[in-house]
């Protein structure tokens, strides 16, 4: 069983939008820093976007997504959000939620920090 679990991922078309989300049936996410990564068929894992843990909340993004994507957290649901908006084919992969066991690091964007992964959801966009 997975430490966390991502879900929403669907076939969408050019331009439209799309939630993502992170839940754990084990971890209670707002202790944790998240973050959201994609890999795409033949490259890297990239990271995406990261929240810190509850009491920082402070978050990073990357460029390519820096002002369409925006992460949150509804500690309530203990589930972590990554709304897409304006997605291109471009932005097609296996998105994943990883979880970092520091509260508070300088920098959540990459994935040798992450100490827990879902399984990833699959976004498709077509043109």
């Known amino acids: 069983q997975s430490q966390l679990v991502e879900s929403g991922g669907t076939l969408v078309q050019f331009g439209e939008s799309l939630k993502l989300a992170c839940t754990s049936p084990?971890?209670?996410?707002?202790?944790?820093?998240i973050g959201w990564f994609r890999q795409a068929p033949g490259k890297e894992r990239e990271g995406l976007s990261c929240?810190?843990?509850?009491?920082?909340?402070?978050?990073d993004y990357t460029d390519a997504v820096k002002g369409r994507f925006t992460i949150s957290r509804d500690d309530a649901k203990n589930t972590v959000y990554l709304q897409m908006n304006n997605l291109t084919p471009e932005d097609t992969a296996v998105y994943y939620c990883?979880?970092?066991?520091?509260?508070?690091?300088?920098?959540?964007?990459?994935?040798?920090?992450?100490?827990?992964w879902g399984k990833g959801t699959q976004v498709t966009v077509s043109s």
């Open positions: 990883a979880a970092d066991i520091r509260s508070s690091p300088a920098q959540c964007l990459l994935a040798s920090d992450m100490d827990y």
């Open positions: 084990r971890f209670k996410l707002p202790i944790y820093t």
């Open positions: 929240i810190r843990s509850d009491g920082d909340d402070r978050t």
